[in-house]
């Protein structure tokens, strides 16, 4: 299934209503969708490398939007997902990302938006335990925002290579971004103590 989703939207970046197709695609996939837009943000920015900061854009706002969507369903319509929710792979990330948001919920969308872990599971979760909405969108535009410009840069400088190792390093990077946030997370508690 993820095959072929993943081909489809690969075909989508050539179509000349590709653009449309990647705000669609973000938007859909912070909220429902389990495809990336990195997959269709990559080749689009490789035909096209100096519109690659307008692709990254579009991938950057329209994710945040689709987050708010997965944020109002949280909000208001937590009750119709919540059977399918709790049945599904993302049950157990679900419960940890609701349990952490009181305290560092600005920190967990950021993350969330910048790494592989899905972000929809956090949007939804943000809006479960009622985050307040300014940091929200802050979190999501820094995490989604430099997620995406980073992948639209990389390709501009690293081209076609880069374009098909990219697929394989996504995983490895978002890890890395969120160990190096971690550990940055840790330094700070330890030097200013805790609250």
Do not use: N
Not at 51 to 58: C, G, H, V
Not at 109 to 118: C, E, Q, W
Not at 136 to 160: D, Q, T
């Amino acid at each position: 299934m993820f095959r072929s989703l993943y081909d489809r939207v690969l075909a989508w970046s050539k179509h000349r209503h590709a653009p449309y197709y990647l705000c669609a695609l973000s938007a859909a996939e912070s909220s429902v969708f389990p495809v990336p837009p990195d997959v269709m943000l990559a080749p689009m920015s490789l035909a096209q490398p100096a519109k690659a900061w307008f692709f990254a854009t579009i991938c950057t706002i329209s994710s945040v939007l689709g987050g708010l969507l997965g944020y109002l369903i949280g909000a208001l319509a937590f009750e119709l997902i919540e059977p399918w929710l709790m049945t599904s792979a993302y049950a157990g990330a679900f419960e940890k990302a609701v349990s952490a948001f009181d305290t560092h919920g600005f920190w967990y969308i950021l993350l969330a938006g910048f790494t592989p872990i899905p972000y929809k599971v956090f949007t939804v979760s943000a809006g479960v335990v009622g985050m307040p909405p300014l940091p929200f969108i802050g979190g999501s535009l820094a995490g989604r925002g430099g997620r995406f410009f980073l992948v639209a840069g990389l390709i501009r400088i690293g081209g076609e290579p880069f374009a098909q190792k990219l697929r394989q390093w996504i995983d490895l990077i978002g890890y890395s971004v969120l160990a190096a946030a971690v550990i940055a997370y840790v330094v700070y508690r330890f030097m200013v103590g805790p609250s």
